[in-house]
């Protein structure tokens, strides 16, 4: 089926991994409000939304190693990154009640997703705006450096901090889902309207 090249999105991605993306930003963000509206949560019920977040962060990095139009190595460091993550998810669930032990854990894993986030976009040739793929690798970087270092000693106040972070991540990953090329029926309006709305009579013209 042909596809038409939408303003703003780039062609990195094989077409249907905009459905992975926006679902895992959109799961992202789930996780992150419950993580902040639910105050009294147990101790084992935030070790495993906790988890999850890592889970998250790995599907995002299996989805970029298996889906991005990168090179091997790319690919390889991004599916390193992802096993890494499920290894502190399954950490976050067994942490025996230690919040200093889930911020590690949790600052851990964003900070190796930031890493190797800004490296894939610094390496990666004629990647389209990579500047702002380093910029959210960097950001990701330093939302996992003040969870690792921030002096927290309460499961209210790490879920706070995770929460927050983690409706960023999501955000960033849904904003992504709204730029990467689709077939033509999918729709070929751009944004939020085009992942949702019904499909632009012609097609925009190529921005990037």
Not at 103 to 111: Q, Y
């Amino acid at each position: 089926m042909p596809t038409f090249r939408v303003a703003g999105r780039t062609d990195v991605f094989a077409g249907d991994a905009w459905q992975m993306a926006c679902v895992i930003g959109c799961s992202s963000i789930s996780v992150g409000v419950v993580l902040l509206v639910w105050p009294d949560k147990s101790v084992q019920i935030t070790e495993l939304l906790l988890g999850v977040t890592l889970f998250l962060t790995a599907a995002w990095q299996l989805t970029v190693s298996f889906r991005a139009r990168i090179n091997g190595l790319l690919k390889a460091l991004e599916f390193l990154s992802a096993v890494l993550s499920v290894v502190l998810g399954v950490s976050c669930l067994h942490s025996g009640d230690s919040v200093a032990l889930l911020a590690m854990w949790i600052g851990m894993g964003w900070m190796i997703r930031g890493i190797v986030q800004a490296i894939v976009a610094a390496w990666s040739q004629n990647l389209p705006k990579a500047g702002r793929r380093e910029g959210y690798g960097l950001i990701t970087l330093l939302a996992g450096a003040v969870v690792l270092v921030w002096p927290i000693d309460t499961i209210a106040a790490l879920s706070v901090l995770v929460g927050v972070g983690l409706m960023l991540l999501g955000a960033m990953e849904i904003r992504l889902a709204t730029r990467i090329r689709r077939h033509a029926g999918d729709g070929d309006q751009v944004g939020v309207h085009g992942l949702l709305g019904p499909r632009a009579e012609r097609p925009a013209r190529v921005t990037d």
